[in-house]
């Protein structure tokens, strides 16, 4: 019964979830009148429908409505059936409805463990836990009818072929965060069913100009090929991928006109790992150093691929362990740096300090040259190409969070500026500054985006996200800074174990089955074992203090610089 999936068929908008004792049935209700979806409640297997299957009128079964099927995951004895119960409608993505995902759950397909072993049941139920933090898994966005996982200029250049194709055929594997989740569905060819899904953020608004109204929005997608959490991810793995990898794409559309600037963050592309340890900031280690130049190499080669020439902008501090790591970092980059490919090193801390963020305007007249010779995506009225991007800014600090966030926020306000005086709405000297409205807009677009990649990263939002959103270093922001900042050590000690194992489940880094030790990679044992609330507290209490000191720096600086 398969083939009655159409691979050309749109995808459902709205469905009806019926769970009855041997199964669940997603019913098509947006009008489509396809095909029933049943998954069996014992293994998982996957069949087409065409008639609900018949009521028990003493057990009527519970019915509720649905927004998408993020796909199945099996684990040693039974499957699990994960679905969009609720979504919010966030705006728009080249004239496309986006979806924010508001609610998710998890329906159980495990009634074969009832003949399962004790100690089969025992780890099943150790892993279908983690699958209760999955549930609550910030920052997932979806369209019906445009692929999210791209750019607006690899949308473009899509041949007419590829756009014919079904959404998760068109898109880029490593921002399709439900990738492997689907793999079950994509085997049954259920393309109607198949919802890609990305995780980052989306945020957008309108200001006026004069006359003129201007619409930018700023997408997120994360990386799935090393997705995980603060501590428990950093550097590159052997194929050279890097974790908090995040492409950030900022789109104007003013009279017709569609700019579109892509910029990208991600971990210093090294083996090296932080090994949580109860201290505020565990020691960076350095793993297997003679392959530093070979593990760069491979992360910048497939960057030049896909995005054309690359400045790789580094923020980490010249002393002390990132002192360190960065100077392994240069070392790395003088073999493999070439006319399409440049090392930039800012000491960010050291020039900016806690408040002169001001200052990054030294880093700008460093770098306008390459953005003015790889520029921007410009489409014109008739959607036609005047202007294409050649190459990405690439940065990095040691979260590739605050500071990072900082930094392309000011690179992105300098090309929106120069968009605009490209299709004369600003004056040579006209600033986005010139324009309150405009400003605050932007300030706020930014910094709610730097908070969303560092909630699902960090646990916590940006720190300096103050600077971003209001345009300097204010006391309240610093202090929150140092609340957030020891937030973030009690999650990396106590929370951020757990949540990786989640993640790892969810993107197929940890696959379950019954021939392996039957060990989840990280136990509920040692660190978060011991979290309770009257520690919790002690942290933040001595968060205070840091925030203490954190001020009277602050204060410090400000009046020597």
Partial sequence: MME????????????????????????????????????????GSMQLIDKLPDSNSVRVPKIRTIFGVVGILKLLAGSYLMVITDRECVGSYLGHPIFKVSSLKVFPCDHSLKNSPTEQKKMETEFSGLLNIAERTPGLYFSYETNLTLSAQRLHDLGDESKLLPLWRQAEPRFLWNNYMLEGLIDSKL???????????????????????????LIARRCTRRNGTRMWRRGADSDGYVANFVETEQIMHLNGFTASFVQVRGSIPLLWEQIVDLTYKPKFELVRLEESPRVAERHFLDLRKKYGAVLAIDLVNTHGGEGRLSEKFANAMQHIVSDDLRYWHFDFHHICGHVHFERLSILYEQIVDFLDRNGYLLLNEKGEKMKEQLGVVRTNCIDCLDRTNVTQSMIARNMLEGQLRRLGIFAAEETISSHPNLDECFKILWANHGDDISIQYSGTAALKGDFVRCGKRTMQGI?????????????????????????DLLQGHYIVSVSRDMTPSSQKGGLEAVASFPLALSFVLTGFFFATLSLRQGKYQQFIL
């Fill in 191 to 217: 393309d109607p069913y198949l919802l890609p899904i990305v995780q980052g953020s989306f945020h957008h608004f309108q200001a006026a100009i004069g006359k003129d109204i201007i619409d930018v929005t």
């Fill in 479 to 503: 202090a929150k800074d140092g609340i957030n900042a020891l937030l973030r050590y009690y999650f990396n000690n106590f929370v951020d174990g757990t949540k990786q194992d989640a993640i």
């Fill in 4 to 43: 009655k999936a159409d691979s050309g068929q749109k995808l459902y908008t709205r469905m009806r979830l019926w769970e009855f004792p041997d199964q669940y049935v997603i019913e098509p209700t947006d009008g489509s009148h396809g095909s029933s979806l049943a998954v069996s409640r014992v293994d």
